[in-house]
């Protein structure tokens, strides 16, 4: 039987010491290839057109070009998808450094090797491996951006950094499904789930949203660890709500967007407050979409909404169902704007998602459900 070919790879890193960690990481799997490697991003401009690679991994801070104008070049001129193996990010520039680089066109950030032995980054090494075989699989398109511009592979070019105007409804139409459990109850709490892709998603709905959003809204996103700040605070500067990670306790308050905390599931107690757990992982994560899912469902059966953006995987497709069930309403962003369609076409098989809908539209529905 003939196996098929190995991922090529292109590693763009000025660290010495990183690089040569990377390239023994990749180079025990058979599945993929490093075809070339780069110290700066000028170097990788003139190497990769050669090499052909089908995934680049990029540092974020390199002497001559930035990965942030290496990415948009790169989306410009050769697109490919583009991982961005940085460190945890720790200052507010930073953050907005790695997550700008999301929007020029790269489809995930993984935390960069800090030390100069193989055996510490054991741990992680499948879950690397594992990242640029799901990217070897996304297709991606030309893109010239200005600058100020933002973009998304498959998707909508996102709007510029406007804050939105306190929303006036339109009538809203709703699928068979949705009516179901007529007459619909007014939504008392919205969550969202994604994975792969899922910053890109999240900042087409979220930026959509106005100051006088009347719910709270709760997020679970998978990121690799050291990352959920640099998101929140991405977020929070792009956005008209506040951004915040979820604390055990809290009410959760209309107008606020909070994501479950690193290596904790996010529940809702008896009386609404938020709690998290260090119970284990479901469908692979900690946190998960479908706990959040079930726990949105049992406190506010009728009065949810529930949406699953892009991701791999099958985290969330039971608890979109529980939502469903129970009454409240359930969105799943369609194939054609997933980066990755994996979690929501696992809740499409189950029957679970009353709407499928581009990115784009998410948001519109939602203010047109909830005000």
């Known amino acids: 039987m003939k196996h098929p070919a ?18 023994r990481i990749l180079a025990s799997s058979p599945e993929v290839d490093v075809v070339g490697t780069a110290p700066n991003g000028v170097a990788a401009l003139e190497q990769i057109p050669i090499a052909q690679p089908q995934v680049i991994c990029t540092d974020l801070h390199m002497p001559k070009m930035s990965g942030l104008e290496l990415t948009r070049r790169i989306m410009a001129d050769y697109p490919r998808p583009i991982l961005v193996i940085s460190t945890s990010v720790n200052t507010q520039e930073d953050s907005r450094n790695v997550f700008e ?90 969550a969202i789930g994604a994975s792969t892709g899922g910053p890109q998603a999240l900042h087409t709905i979220l930026k959509q949203l106005p100051a006088n959003f009347p719910v709270p809204i709760l997020c679970v996103q998978h990121i690799s660890e050291g990352f959920l700040q640099g998101l929140v605070d991405w977020l929070a500067g792009e956005c008209a709500l506040r951004v915040t990670i979820a604390q055990p306790g809290e009410f959760p308050k209309p107008g606020i967007i909070y994501f479950a905390p690193e290596r904790q599931h996010l529940q809702l107690d008896a009386q609404g407050r938020l709690t998290t757990v260090s119970t284990p992982t479901v469908s692979g994560h900690r946190p998960s979409v479908t706990v959040l899912f079930q726990a949105v469902a049992a406190c506010y059966p009728r009065s949810s909404v529930g949406i699953l953006l ?53 948001a519109p529905l939602l203010l047109n459900r909830i005000f």
Do not use: W
């Open 310 to 362: 892009t991701g791999m995987g099958r985290d969330g497709a039971d608890g979109l169902q529980a939502i469903a069930q129970a009454g409240g309403t359930t969105i799943a962003q369609d194939e054609q704007t997933c980066i990755v369609f994996g979690m929501p076409k696992e809740a499409i098989a189950l029957g679970a998602a009353q709407h499928i809908l581009p990115i784009g539209e998410i």
């Open 101 to 190: 680089l999301l929007q020029a066109g790269a489809l995930d950030v993984f935390p960069k090797p800090s030390v100069d032995s193989l055996s510490d980054y054991e741990p992680i090494k499948q879950d690397l491996i594992n990242r640029i075989k799901v990217l070897a699989g996304v297709t991606v398109f030309t893109r010239h951006a200005s600058r100020t511009e933002t973009a998304t592979p498959r998707t909508k070019p996102l709007s510029p950094k406007s804050k939105p105007e306190p929303f006036s409804p339109k009538p809203a139409s709703h699928s068979p499904l949705a009516t179901r459990h007529s007459p619909l109850a007014t939504p008392k709490v919205v």
């Open 6 to 23: 190995p991922i090529r790879v292109f590693l763009v890193e000025d660290s010495p010491v990183a690089l040569t960690i990377l390239k």
